[in-house]
């Protein structure tokens, strides 16, 4: 296939998938190099795919062969002789490729979390926005006392989870329930679908989301990370015409920008925030914050 290089990891071009029947959307095929990932956005080939706009380079393999993911596999090892030490059955392929089930909501909320807690103050966190999130110190019992608990809500505002975050250098840095999928859900987008705009800030930590929100942006979600799943692709498209990127300035925060950039750019308007170099969203200040995003502009 022919595809054109339009950054330093990613290849752009017409989509070769069988799949592929539009004839507007021929530009639509893109290539992440540094995370062996690819996507088409045509609307045909997503339909024809069951709604999954890309993959791995099994995947690939599968639809280009037609074939199941084992077979793909298989082909892979043939043409590129790779050695197979250890063939995986059958089953443990489907299993690893099924789609992972939605977070449960929780049936309790924790009680005794300081919202004024020192720490949070440390953070540039205020008590009214610390208040809002319900975000704190946790003095309870369990595997989250004495951290910062974070509640997390998913699209529907059901509290799915509590984040716990060290306050003294304690590992691991977070801590999150067993059989927590951070890949379902984006940090405060319940709040920021009630705001009803069709821009969303997109950051990787909560504390990059609680400091955006601080300076008077309320439509911020966060991915939890640098990594970006199907699921919270599905979410953005759904809810929004344009997102703005603001990752941290470092090389996983710019290489997942990119990344994230070229999955969605065939369905919602990008644009890029380029922050200095080992700079995250959470260590500025809101002038700061507001010169890189412009005037703040709440919706309610």
């Known amino acids: 296939m022919r595809l054109r290089r339009i950054g330093p990891h990613t290849l752009y071009g017409r989509c070769p998938l069988p799949t592929h029947t539009s004839r507007q959307s021929r530009q639509s095929f893109s290539v992440n190099l540094s995370l062996n990932v690819w996507s088409c956005h045509s609307a045909s080939c997503v339909a024809a795919r069951g709604g999954h706009i890309g993959g ?9 062969e037609r074939c199941g993911l084992r077979e793909a596999g298989l082909r892979l090892r043939d043409w590129f002789s ?7 059955p059958e089953r443990a392929l489907t299993l690893a490729y099924s789609a992972p089930q939605p ?13 004024r807690h020192p720490y949070l103050a440390k953070r540039g966190i205020s008590p009214a926005t610390a208040r809002l999130f ?27 989870a509590y984040a716990g975050r060290a306050v003294s250098g304690e590992e691991p840095k977070y801590l999150f329930p067993v059989g927590f999928r951070k890949s379902q859900v ?23 989301a609680l400091k955006v929100h601080q300076a008077g942006h309320w439509a911020v979600v966060a991915l939890m990370g640098s990594s970006f799943s199907q699921r919270q692709s ?33 369905k919602l308007t ?10 995250q969203p959470d260590q500025l200040s809101p002038p ?10 709440p919706t309610f």
């Open 56 to 64: 791995h380079v099994i995947d690939l393999v599968a639809f280009m």
């Open 103 to 115: 977070n449960r909501p929780l049936g309790f909320a924790l009680q005794g979390i300081d919202t």
């Open 134 to 160: 319900g975000v704190g110190v946790y003095d309870g019992n369990g595997f989250l006392t004495g951290r910062c608990v974070i509640p997390i809500r998913d699209e529907k505002g059901q509290l799915v």
């Open 82 to 88: 790779v050695s197979a030490s250890y063939p995986a």
């Open 288 to 297: 700061e914050i507001n010169l890189l995003l412009g005037p703040s502009t």
């Open 186 to 208: 984006l940090f405060n987008l319940d709040r920021t679908t009630a705001t009803g705009s069709r821009n969303v800030i997109v950051v990787e930590g909560f504390f990059d």
């Open 270 to 279: 990008i644009h890029k925030v380029d922050l200095p170099n080992h700079i």
């Open 234 to 266: 599905e979410l953005l498209l759904s809810h929004f015409a344009s997102a703005t990127l603001m990752l941290d300035g470092d090389d996983p925060g710019r290489r997942a920008t990119e990344f994230i950039a070229q999955l969605l750019i065939a």
